[in-house]
């Protein structure tokens, strides 16, 4: 018997072209897929290229031992002014342009990663390419997964936050400053005069305690009026920061009452100073609508004595001298 072949067979050459045609179609969706992946790469890499240039702070990552850069971000350029080439080829870049004042605190704080594995409250000042003072919140982290073979790498952010730092300093100086005459005001200068007076306690350190009162101060601003009684405020502020010396306490107490807190000052050397500011304020002049004016002070000054248990102690009998100054007829300064 014959048997006829079967038309529904394919031949040889078919197959064969068949096979050859699902190999190049497979190809091609392998490429058109890998075509696809590398294009989602690149986007991602550009969606990411787009973050960190609109981020305003700056990425960094360093290889701990040789604190070689390897990574900074676009806002390197920005806040510090200066060339990221020349970061990657120096970390030297970045410590040289922290502020001399606290680039010791900086290296220190940074080690601290090695033992804390996160450092995040370090704050520090930089001085840009152009001479700028900023401030930056710098956060580092090391990486802890990180094999005994692999270097140790510190990546971190670097936030400038100069703005809120100077709004921060502004409050504080609100708080702690008397509008007027730019002095301290009273709460921040007993703060500080109580800190004065444990150390002078504990380390056996003389403290002279000074309070002077405006005279006739009420006149001043009766005949002449109460802005002319600023100018006279403002003045005398002036010229007690102008006479006493580096690291003397100075601040206005009350309408017309100023006190100063001289550390480590003996007794004979409080009353020069005393005695120049009284000079030196009574050689003020001040004019009001063609009337020329001169301004006197009573002063009560007291040292720290064995005795004294309280820096209240020392302001009792300063207040008393003053008005006892006051009574033996102004412009004179009294012990107590």
């Known amino acids: 018997m014959v048997h006829q072949k079967d038309s529904q067979?394919?031949?040889?050459?078919?197959?064969?072209?068949?096979?050859?045609?699902?190999?190049?179609?497979?190809?091609?969706?392998?490429?058109?897929?890998?075509?696809?992946?590398?294009?989602?790469l690149s986007e991602r890499e550009q969606l990411l290229s787009s973050l960190l240039v609109?981020?305003?702070?700056?990425?960094?990552?360093?290889?701990?031992?040789?604190?070689?850069?390897?990574?900074?971000?676009?806002?390197?350029?920005?806040?510090?002014?200066?060339?990221?080439?020349?970061?990657?080829a120096d970390h030297n870049e970045w410590r040289n342009s922290i502020h001399p004042e606290d680039s010791d605190y900086a290296e220190?704080?940074?080690?601290?990663?090695?033992?804390l594995k996160a450092v995040e409250d370090r704050q520090y000042r930089i001085i840009t390419a152009d001479g700028q003072?900023?401030?930056?919140?710098?956060?580092?982290?090391?990486?802890?997964?990180?094999?005994?073979?692999?270097?140790?790498?510190?990546?971190?952010?670097?936030?400038?936050?100069?703005?809120?730092?100077?709004?921060?300093?502004?409050?504080q100086r609100l708080a702690t400053t008397d509008v007027l005459t730019s002095s301290s005001n009273r709460r921040h200068f007993f703060e500080c005069a109580h800190r004065e007076y444990e150390r002078a306690r504990t380390q056996g350190l003389p403290l002279a305690f000074l309070l002077l009162d405006i005279d006739d101060f009420k006149t001043i601003n009766d005949t002449y009026g109460h802005l002319?009684?600023?100018?006279?405020?403002?003045?005398?502020?002036?010229?007690?920061?102008g006479v006493l010396r580096r690291g003397d306490l100075f601040g206005r107490i009350g309408g017309e009452e100023f006190a100063a807190?001289?550390?480590?000052?003996?007794?004979?050397?409080?009353?020069?100073?005393?005695?120049?500011?009284?000079?030196?304020?009574?050689?003020?002049?001040?004019?009001?609508?063609?009337?020329?004016?001169?301004?006197?002070?009573?002063?009560?000054?007291?040292?720290?004595?064995?005795?004294?248990?309280t820096l209240d102690n020392l302001f009792a009998r300063a207040d008393a001298a003053m008005y006892e100054a006051k009574r033996q007829g102004k412009n004179r300064v009294v012990v107590g």
């Open 54 to 88: 609109s981020v305003n702070a700056v990425l960094w990552a360093i290889e701990w031992e040789t604190r070689r850069v390897l990574y900074v971000s676009p806002a390197y350029e920005r806040i510090f002014g200066r060339s990221a080439s020349l970061l990657l």
């Open 133 to 171: 003072i900023r401030w930056l919140s710098d956060k580092c982290f090391i990486n802890q997964h990180a094999t005994p073979d692999q270097p140790v790498i510190v990546v971190g952010i670097a936030e400038d936050i100069t703005e809120k730092k100077q709004l921060e300093l502004e409050l």
């Open 261 to 309: 807190v001289l550390p480590g000052c003996a007794p004979e050397t409080a009353m020069q100073v005393a005695q120049r500011l009284g000079q030196e304020i009574q050689q003020l002049s001040f004019s009001h609508e063609d009337q020329t004016y001169g301004v006197t002070v009573s002063q009560g000054l007291t040292s720290l004595t064995a005795e004294d248990t």
């Open 108 to 115: 220190h704080s940074l080690t601290q990663v090695l033992e």
């Open 228 to 241: 002319e009684g600023d100018q006279v405020l403002l003045r005398i502020a002036e010229m007690g920061r």
């Open 9 to 40: 067979s394919p031949s040889p050459a078919s197959a064969t072209l068949d096979a050859s045609q699902s190999t190049v179609a497979a190809t091609l969706l392998e490429l058109m897929h890998a075509q696809g992946e590398v294009e989602r």
